[in-house]
Protein backbone atom coordinates (compact mmCIF):
# COMPACT_ATOMS: atom_id res chain seq x y z
CA UNK A 1 0.00 0.00 0.00
CA UNK A 2 2.19 2.65 -1.30
CA UNK A 3 1.13 6.26 -1.05
CA UNK A 4 0.65 6.55 -4.60
CA UNK A 5 -2.13 4.92 -4.28
CA UNK A 6 -3.43 7.87 -2.38
CA UNK A 7 -3.34 9.87 -5.30
CA UNK A 8 -6.43 11.17 -7.19
CA UNK A 9 -7.72 8.46 -9.84
CA UNK A 10 -9.23 11.30 -12.39
CA UNK A 11 -12.07 8.59 -13.61
CA UNK A 12 -13.65 5.97 -11.75
CA UNK A 13 -12.72 2.31 -12.91
CA UNK A 14 -9.38 3.50 -14.61
CA UNK A 15 -6.31 2.52 -13.10
CA UNK A 16 -2.57 3.14 -13.89
CA UNK A 17 -0.14 -0.08 -13.27
CA UNK A 18 -0.38 -3.17 -15.40
CA UNK A 19 0.85 -2.69 -18.62
CA UNK A 20 1.47 -6.12 -21.13
CA UNK A 21 5.14 -5.76 -19.66
CA UNK A 22 5.11 -5.99 -16.10
CA UNK A 23 2.49 -8.56 -16.10
CA UNK A 24 5.29 -10.68 -17.89
CA UNK A 25 7.45 -9.27 -15.26
CA UNK A 26 5.54 -10.61 -12.65
CA UNK A 27 4.98 -13.93 -14.17
CA UNK A 28 8.57 -14.25 -14.22
CA UNK A 29 9.05 -13.72 -10.40
CA UNK A 30 6.01 -16.31 -9.74
CA UNK A 31 7.84 -18.75 -11.67
CA UNK A 32 11.29 -17.97 -10.31
CA UNK A 33 9.86 -18.28 -6.85
CA UNK A 34 8.27 -21.44 -7.49
CA UNK A 35 11.84 -23.14 -8.80
CA UNK A 36 13.58 -21.84 -6.15
CA UNK A 37 11.09 -23.96 -4.01
CA UNK A 38 11.57 -26.86 -6.05
CA UNK A 39 15.68 -26.57 -5.75
CA UNK A 40 14.92 -26.76 -2.29
CA UNK A 41 12.36 -29.60 -2.62
CA UNK A 42 14.25 -32.05 -4.91
CA UNK A 43 17.83 -31.13 -4.88
CA UNK A 44 19.38 -28.96 -1.32
CA UNK A 45 17.02 -30.45 1.24
CA UNK A 46 17.51 -34.36 0.10
CA UNK A 47 21.02 -33.97 -0.65
CA UNK A 48 21.08 -32.43 3.11
CA UNK A 49 23.16 -29.22 1.49
CA UNK A 50 20.40 -27.22 4.09
CA UNK A 51 19.16 -28.86 6.74
CA UNK A 52 15.00 -30.00 6.95
CA UNK A 53 13.58 -27.91 9.46
CA UNK A 54 15.16 -24.97 7.94
CA UNK A 55 13.44 -25.72 4.73
CA UNK A 56 9.71 -25.38 5.87
CA UNK A 57 10.29 -21.64 7.20
CA UNK A 58 11.94 -20.87 3.49
CA UNK A 59 9.14 -22.64 1.88
CA UNK A 60 6.32 -20.70 4.02
CA UNK A 61 8.34 -17.31 3.54
CA UNK A 62 8.00 -17.72 -0.33
CA UNK A 63 4.91 -18.49 -0.49
CA UNK A 64 4.09 -15.20 1.32
CA UNK A 65 6.08 -13.46 -1.53
CA UNK A 66 4.04 -15.32 -4.30
CA UNK A 67 0.87 -14.14 -2.39
CA UNK A 68 1.96 -10.65 -2.30
CA UNK A 69 2.92 -10.71 -5.95
CA UNK A 70 -0.78 -11.86 -6.90
CA UNK A 71 -2.54 -9.77 -4.67
CA UNK A 72 -1.01 -6.57 -5.51
CA UNK A 73 -0.16 -7.29 -8.97
CA UNK A 74 -2.19 -9.73 -10.49
CA UNK A 75 -5.54 -8.91 -8.29
CA UNK A 76 -3.96 -4.78 -8.25
CA UNK A 77 -4.71 -3.89 -4.93
CA UNK A 78 -1.55 -2.03 -4.65
CA UNK A 79 -3.41 0.66 -7.30
CA UNK A 80 -6.28 0.48 -5.25
CA UNK A 81 -6.84 3.07 -2.88
CA UNK A 82 -5.49 2.61 0.41
CA UNK A 83 -8.49 2.34 2.34
CA UNK A 84 -9.97 -0.87 0.36
CA UNK A 85 -6.20 -1.76 0.75
CA UNK A 86 -6.97 -1.91 4.30
CA UNK A 87 -10.06 -3.06 4.39
CA UNK A 88 -8.72 -6.06 3.10
CA UNK A 89 -5.80 -6.90 4.36
CA UNK A 90 -6.21 -5.74 8.21
CA UNK A 91 -8.53 -8.55 8.44
CA UNK A 92 -6.25 -11.08 7.72
CA UNK A 93 -4.64 -10.71 10.92
CA UNK A 94 -7.73 -12.50 12.76
CA UNK A 95 -6.32 -15.48 10.59
CA UNK A 96 -2.74 -15.07 12.25
CA UNK A 97 -4.41 -15.00 15.61
CA UNK A 98 -5.66 -18.49 14.59
CA UNK A 99 -2.47 -19.99 13.53
CA UNK A 100 -1.34 -18.93 17.15
CA UNK A 101 -4.29 -20.48 19.11
CA UNK A 102 -4.31 -23.70 16.98
CA UNK A 103 -0.45 -23.83 17.35
CA UNK A 104 -0.84 -23.75 20.60
CA UNK A 105 -3.61 -26.35 20.68
CA UNK A 106 -1.84 -28.72 18.85
CA UNK A 107 0.81 -29.01 21.72
CA UNK A 108 -1.63 -29.94 24.16
CA UNK A 109 -2.99 -32.57 21.37
CA UNK A 110 -0.04 -34.45 21.11
CA UNK A 111 -0.48 -35.40 24.98
CA UNK A 112 -3.87 -36.49 24.42
CA UNK A 113 -3.17 -38.57 21.78
CA UNK A 114 -2.72 -42.32 22.54
CA UNK A 115 1.03 -43.27 23.52
CA UNK A 116 1.93 -46.48 20.65
CA UNK B 1 -9.62 30.17 -3.19
CA UNK B 2 -11.22 33.49 -3.39
CA UNK B 3 -10.91 35.74 -0.14
CA UNK B 4 -14.16 35.91 0.77
CA UNK B 5 -14.91 31.81 1.22
CA UNK B 6 -14.29 30.94 4.97
CA UNK B 7 -12.37 28.26 5.99
CA UNK B 8 -15.27 26.35 6.73
CA UNK B 9 -17.20 26.59 3.68
CA UNK B 10 -14.22 25.60 1.39
CA UNK B 11 -15.68 22.20 -0.22
CA UNK B 12 -13.36 19.71 0.91
CA UNK B 13 -12.14 16.39 -1.53
CA UNK B 14 -10.27 14.28 0.43
CA UNK B 15 -11.39 10.80 0.12
CA UNK B 16 -13.37 10.41 3.24
CA UNK B 17 -15.09 14.05 3.20
CA UNK B 18 -18.26 12.69 1.99
CA UNK B 19 -20.39 12.67 -1.50
CA UNK B 20 -18.91 9.66 -3.23
CA UNK B 21 -17.36 6.10 -2.31
CA UNK B 22 -14.01 6.36 -0.61
CA UNK B 23 -12.77 3.06 -1.86
CA UNK B 24 -13.34 4.75 -5.53
CA UNK B 25 -14.46 1.35 -6.65
CA UNK B 26 -17.65 0.02 -8.47
CA UNK B 27 -19.62 -2.14 -5.67
CA UNK B 28 -19.87 -4.81 -7.55
CA UNK B 29 -15.52 -5.35 -7.47
CA UNK B 30 -15.96 -3.54 -3.91
CA UNK B 31 -18.07 -6.73 -2.74
CA UNK B 32 -16.22 -9.38 -4.94
CA UNK B 33 -13.12 -8.23 -2.76
CA UNK B 34 -15.25 -8.80 0.48
CA UNK B 35 -16.26 -12.60 -1.12
CA UNK B 36 -12.68 -13.30 -1.52
CA UNK B 37 -11.81 -12.54 2.23
CA UNK B 38 -14.55 -14.14 3.43
CA UNK B 39 -13.52 -17.46 1.06
CA UNK B 40 -9.82 -16.74 2.57
CA UNK B 41 -11.25 -17.54 6.29
CA UNK B 42 -12.97 -20.50 5.03
CA UNK B 43 -9.69 -22.17 3.60
CA UNK B 44 -7.25 -20.48 6.31
CA UNK B 45 -9.41 -22.40 8.53
CA UNK B 46 -9.27 -25.62 6.56
CA UNK B 47 -5.55 -25.51 6.24
CA UNK B 48 -5.11 -24.39 9.83
CA UNK B 49 -6.85 -27.56 11.29
CA UNK B 50 -4.38 -29.79 8.73
CA UNK B 51 -1.41 -28.00 10.26
CA UNK B 52 -2.71 -28.52 14.21
CA UNK B 53 -3.84 -32.11 13.02
CA UNK B 54 -0.34 -32.79 11.19
CA UNK B 55 1.57 -30.60 13.84
CA UNK B 56 0.52 -32.68 16.71
CA UNK B 57 1.08 -35.97 14.54
CA UNK B 58 3.73 -38.70 15.63
CA UNK B 59 3.97 -39.28 11.63
CA UNK B 60 2.87 -38.29 8.16
CA UNK B 61 2.84 -39.50 4.79
CA UNK B 62 5.99 -37.92 3.37
CA UNK B 63 4.78 -35.75 0.08
CA UNK B 64 8.07 -36.80 -2.04
CA UNK B 65 7.56 -40.39 -1.19
CA UNK B 66 3.07 -40.21 -1.61
CA UNK B 67 3.79 -38.17 -4.87
CA UNK B 68 6.14 -39.44 -6.80
CA UNK B 69 4.27 -40.59 -9.99
CA UNK B 70 3.67 -39.02 -13.41
CA UNK B 71 0.23 -40.19 -14.35
CA UNK B 72 -0.36 -40.38 -18.19
CA UNK B 73 3.16 -41.87 -18.53
CA UNK B 74 5.50 -44.34 -17.57
CA UNK B 75 7.05 -43.49 -14.44
CA UNK B 76 5.17 -44.22 -11.18
CA UNK B 77 7.97 -43.87 -9.14
CA UNK B 78 10.94 -40.92 -8.47
CA UNK B 79 9.67 -38.26 -9.87
CA UNK B 80 8.49 -36.58 -6.73
CA UNK B 81 6.72 -33.21 -7.44
CA UNK B 82 6.80 -33.17 -10.86
CA UNK B 83 3.38 -33.46 -11.58
CA UNK B 84 2.40 -30.89 -8.89
CA UNK B 85 5.12 -28.40 -10.68
CA UNK B 86 3.34 -28.73 -13.99
CA UNK B 87 -0.53 -28.41 -12.48
CA UNK B 88 1.21 -25.36 -10.47
CA UNK B 89 2.97 -24.14 -13.45
CA UNK B 90 -0.62 -24.33 -15.37
CA UNK B 91 -2.81 -22.46 -12.83
CA UNK B 92 0.02 -19.16 -12.42
CA UNK B 93 0.12 -19.68 -16.08
CA UNK B 94 -4.45 -19.37 -16.85
CA UNK B 95 -4.00 -16.47 -13.69
CA UNK B 96 -1.03 -14.61 -16.70
CA UNK B 97 -4.02 -15.06 -19.65
CA UNK B 98 -6.36 -13.62 -17.17
CA UNK B 99 -4.15 -10.54 -16.26
CA UNK B 100 -3.79 -10.19 -19.92
CA UNK B 101 -7.81 -10.44 -20.35
CA UNK B 102 -7.94 -7.56 -18.14
CA UNK B 103 -5.35 -5.65 -19.69
CA UNK B 104 -6.93 -5.89 -23.03
CA UNK B 105 -10.43 -4.98 -21.49
CA UNK B 106 -9.23 -1.62 -20.48
CA UNK B 107 -8.06 -1.21 -23.96
CA UNK B 108 -11.77 -2.10 -24.84
CA UNK B 109 -9.67 -4.83 -27.50
CA UNK B 110 -13.09 -7.57 -28.04
CA UNK B 111 -10.74 -10.02 -30.00
CA UNK B 112 -7.84 -9.54 -27.28
CA UNK B 113 -10.09 -10.17 -24.21
CA UNK B 114 -11.81 -12.85 -26.29
CA UNK B 115 -8.87 -15.09 -26.70
CA UNK B 116 -6.88 -14.05 -23.67
CA UNK B 117 -10.68 -15.66 -21.64
CA UNK B 118 -10.56 -18.36 -24.06
CA UNK B 119 -6.97 -19.50 -22.66
CA UNK B 120 -7.95 -18.87 -19.23
CA UNK B 121 -10.66 -21.10 -19.27
CA UNK B 122 -8.16 -23.84 -21.19
CA UNK B 123 -6.37 -23.51 -18.51
CA UNK B 124 -8.73 -23.88 -16.17
CA UNK B 125 -10.02 -27.22 -17.77
CA UNK B 126 -6.52 -28.57 -18.12
CA UNK B 127 -5.59 -27.89 -14.49
CA UNK B 128 -9.01 -29.35 -12.85
CA UNK B 129 -7.81 -32.52 -15.61
CA UNK B 130 -4.61 -33.08 -13.80
CA UNK B 131 -6.26 -32.62 -10.47
CA UNK B 132 -8.56 -36.02 -11.70
CA UNK B 133 -5.64 -37.97 -12.58
CA UNK B 134 -3.68 -37.05 -9.35
CA UNK B 135 -7.32 -38.18 -7.42
CA UNK B 136 -7.77 -41.30 -9.54
CA UNK B 137 -3.73 -42.10 -9.29
CA UNK B 138 -4.43 -41.74 -5.53
CA UNK B 139 -7.28 -43.55 -5.55
CA UNK B 140 -6.09 -46.66 -6.90
CA UNK B 141 -3.17 -46.89 -4.71
CA UNK B 142 -6.37 -47.28 -1.54
CA UNK B 143 -6.48 -43.58 -0.39
CA UNK B 144 -10.08 -41.98 -0.19
CA UNK B 145 -12.22 -40.87 2.62
CA UNK B 146 -11.94 -43.16 5.30
CA UNK B 147 -9.27 -45.66 3.26
CA UNK B 148 -5.88 -45.95 3.38
CA UNK B 149 -3.85 -48.17 2.00
CA UNK B 150 -2.94 -51.24 3.74
CA UNK B 151 0.46 -51.75 6.52
CA UNK B 152 2.87 -52.97 3.81
CA UNK B 153 2.05 -49.94 1.28
CA UNK B 154 1.83 -47.39 4.02
CA UNK B 155 5.34 -49.02 5.12
CA UNK B 156 6.69 -46.87 1.76
CA UNK B 157 5.03 -43.68 2.38
CA UNK B 158 6.69 -42.37 5.83
CA UNK B 159 10.17 -41.77 6.76
CA UNK B 160 10.79 -42.95 10.50
CA UNK B 161 7.81 -42.99 13.37
CA UNK B 162 6.30 -45.94 14.65
CA UNK B 163 4.44 -48.62 12.65
CA UNK B 164 1.71 -48.44 15.00
CA UNK B 165 0.86 -44.81 14.34
CA UNK B 166 0.73 -45.46 10.60
CA UNK B 167 -2.65 -45.85 9.75
CA UNK B 168 -4.37 -43.46 12.14
CA UNK B 169 -2.37 -40.60 10.64
CA UNK B 170 -1.97 -42.02 6.77
CA UNK B 171 -6.16 -41.63 7.55
CA UNK B 172 -6.24 -38.23 8.25
CA UNK B 173 -3.80 -37.41 5.94
CA UNK B 174 -6.08 -39.03 3.49
CA UNK B 175 -8.96 -37.03 4.74
CA UNK B 176 -7.67 -33.78 4.29
CA UNK B 177 -6.01 -34.05 1.21
CA UNK B 178 -9.10 -34.75 -0.18
CA UNK B 179 -11.36 -32.36 0.96
CA UNK B 180 -9.27 -29.27 0.91
CA UNK B 181 -7.95 -30.16 -2.29
CA UNK B 182 -11.42 -30.91 -3.46
CA UNK B 183 -12.95 -28.03 -2.10
CA UNK B 184 -10.47 -25.49 -4.11
CA UNK B 185 -11.17 -27.80 -7.07
CA UNK B 186 -14.55 -26.88 -7.00
CA UNK B 187 -13.99 -23.14 -6.82
CA UNK B 188 -11.44 -23.50 -9.59
CA UNK B 189 -14.48 -25.52 -11.19
CA UNK B 190 -17.28 -22.89 -10.59
CA UNK B 191 -13.89 -20.04 -11.71
CA UNK B 192 -14.52 -22.13 -15.08
CA UNK B 193 -18.11 -21.90 -15.50
CA UNK B 194 -18.14 -18.36 -14.37
CA UNK B 195 -15.52 -18.05 -16.77
CA UNK B 196 -17.40 -19.28 -20.00
CA UNK B 197 -20.47 -17.08 -18.99
CA UNK B 198 -18.18 -13.68 -18.88
CA UNK B 199 -16.54 -14.85 -22.48
CA UNK B 200 -19.88 -15.77 -23.90
CA UNK B 201 -21.40 -11.72 -23.20
CA UNK B 202 -17.50 -10.74 -24.14
CA UNK B 203 -18.25 -12.74 -27.44
CA UNK B 204 -22.06 -11.24 -27.85
CA UNK B 205 -20.83 -7.71 -27.09
CA UNK B 206 -22.41 -7.10 -24.03
CA UNK B 207 -19.21 -5.04 -22.42
CA UNK B 208 -18.75 -3.48 -25.65
CA UNK B 209 -22.20 -2.07 -25.36
CA UNK B 210 -21.81 -0.93 -22.16
CA UNK B 211 -18.52 0.78 -22.80
CA UNK B 212 -16.42 -1.59 -19.52
CA UNK B 213 -14.84 -4.72 -19.33
CA UNK B 214 -15.24 -3.99 -15.61
CA UNK B 215 -16.94 -7.63 -15.14
CA UNK B 216 -13.57 -9.37 -16.66
CA UNK B 217 -12.17 -7.72 -13.90
CA UNK B 218 -14.54 -8.79 -11.55
CA UNK B 219 -14.26 -12.38 -12.40
CA UNK B 220 -10.31 -12.04 -13.19
CA UNK B 221 -10.51 -11.73 -9.18
CA UNK B 222 -12.12 -14.45 -8.37
CA UNK B 223 -9.91 -16.15 -10.89
CA UNK B 224 -6.29 -14.68 -8.90
CA UNK B 225 -7.40 -15.91 -6.02
CA UNK B 226 -8.30 -19.80 -6.91
CA UNK B 227 -4.64 -19.46 -7.92
CA UNK B 228 -3.55 -17.72 -4.54
CA UNK B 229 -5.00 -20.75 -2.82
CA UNK B 230 -3.08 -23.30 -4.65
CA UNK B 231 -0.18 -21.40 -3.72
CA UNK B 232 -0.75 -22.29 -0.47
CA UNK B 233 -2.71 -25.54 -0.96
CA UNK B 234 0.59 -26.46 -2.81
CA UNK B 235 3.15 -25.27 -0.25
CA UNK B 236 1.69 -26.91 2.66
CA UNK B 237 0.71 -30.66 1.35
CA UNK B 238 3.33 -30.93 -1.40
CA UNK B 239 6.47 -29.44 -0.15
CA UNK B 240 6.13 -29.11 4.04
Not at chain 2, 88 to 116: D, N, Q, Y
Not at chain 2, 178 to 196: A, L, P, W
Not at chain 2, 219 to 237: C, E, I, P, Q, S
Amino acid sequence: MSSESTGAHAEHGEHEGMTRKKIWVVFGVLLLITVIEFIFALYLVPKEYVPAHWANPVYIVLTLVKAFFIVAYFMHLKFEKVGLALAIIVPILFIIGLILVLTNESHYWVDLRPKL
Amino acid sequence: MSAQVSPIDEVKSTPWSGGKSPFDVEYGKMMMWFFLLSDAFTFSSLLISYGALRFSSASWPAPDLVFQSVPLTSIEHGAPLVFVGLMTFILIMSSVTMVLAVEAGHRMAKKEVLWWMLATIIGGFTFLGCQALEWTHLHHEGFWWGSIPNVEELKHLFKGGKEATYGTYAQQFANLFFTITGFHGFHVFSGVVINIIITINVLVGTYAKRGSYLMVEKVGLYWHFVDLVWVFVFTFFYLV
